[in-house]
């Protein structure tokens, strides 16, 4: 079963770690992606630019607004992802908690829905 794997950054908390932290968190994220990569359980992950640099679209009464940065001011916010495999959602918890981005934010672990099933359920 696959799971996405949320790290959300909180920048007050990241800028408080003691110089050298942060880059040696990142070495350690590394290994383990490239460890969980090498058993197959890790199928995707990427890093997001900051939040400053996005575009939000929304489309109301047939009209699209384009604005800049996010919709909504938020202390957290998604900085990347990982796309996991497991067992179970309790296999994904454990997995999640081994990276240590839960110090400087949180870790979202969703369940993926099956869009295969969805687009036989819709006939698409």
């Keep these: 079963m696959k799971f996405l794997v949320m790290i959300y950054c909180d920048d007050a908390l990241l800028e ?3 110089e050298g932290e942060f880059d040696s968190m990142m070495r350690g994220c590394f290994a383990r992606a490239d460890a969980l990569r090498a058993e197959g359980r890790l199928h995707d992950s990427m890093q997001l ?3 400053q640099e996005a575009k939000s679209l929304r489309m ?3 009209k699209m607004s ?3 940065g996010p919709f909504a001011e938020a ?3 998604l900085g990347g992802f990982n796309v996991i495999e497991a ?3 309790d296999e994904a918890v454990r997995i999640a908690s081994e990276f240590p981005w839960s110090r400087t934010g949180r870790i979202e672990v969703r369940p993926v829905r ?3 099933a969805v687009r036989r359920r819709v006939g698409a």
Excluded: F, Q, T
């Design 75 to 77: 202390k957290e916010y």
């Design 114 to 116: 099956d869009m295969d």
């Design 66 to 68: 384009v604005v800049d």
């Design 49 to 51: 630019e900051s939040p």
């Design 87 to 89: 067992a179970d959602m």
């Design 16 to 18: 408080a770690l003691p």
């Design 60 to 62: 109301r009464d047939d």
